[in-house]
């Protein structure tokens, strides 16, 4: 199983950004899926995260109304929309999946079996 993500980049605060995560190497739509983030000198820490079985959706407190996540199970691509984005959102951003049967999504960076790379998100003030 591989996930790559991209969309990161450099952007002033009030902008927005969309983030994407393409999965290979296994049907894509039967797990959950979430986004996590770390900033230099911090642990990694939940942004969002989306279950496959009724596409219900988790966001942590700082992002909710600003942060949205979605996912196309025909593209084998997950999205974090990302709109008003402040300073403290800077981060590298990493996608991650859950193993096979594992359905919602979690907040828990312990439930996620499956990791991209990362892509470095940076909002200047």
């Known amino acids: 199983v591989q996930l790559q993500a991209s969309g990161g980049g450099l952007v002033q605060a009030g902008g927005c950004l969309r983030l994407s995560c393409a999965v290979s190497g296994r049907t894509f739509s039967r797990y959950g899926m979430g986004w996590f983030r770390q900033a230099p000198g911090k642990e990694r820490e939940f942004v969002a995260a989306i279950s496959w079985s009724d596409g219900r959706t988790y966001y942590a407190e700082s992002v909710k109304g600003r942060f949205s996540i979605s996912r196309d199970n025909a593209k084998n691509t997950m999205y974090l929309q990302m709109n008003s984005l402040k300073p403290e959102d800077t981060a590298v951003y990493y996608c991650?999946?859950?193993?096979?049967?594992?359905?919602?999504?979690?907040?828990?960076?312990?439930?996620?079996?499956?990791w991209g790379q990362g892509t470095q998100v940076t909002v200047s003030s």
């Open positions: 991650a999946a859950r193993a096979a049967g594992y359905y919602t999504g979690s907040y828990y960076l312990s439930d996620y079996a499956y």
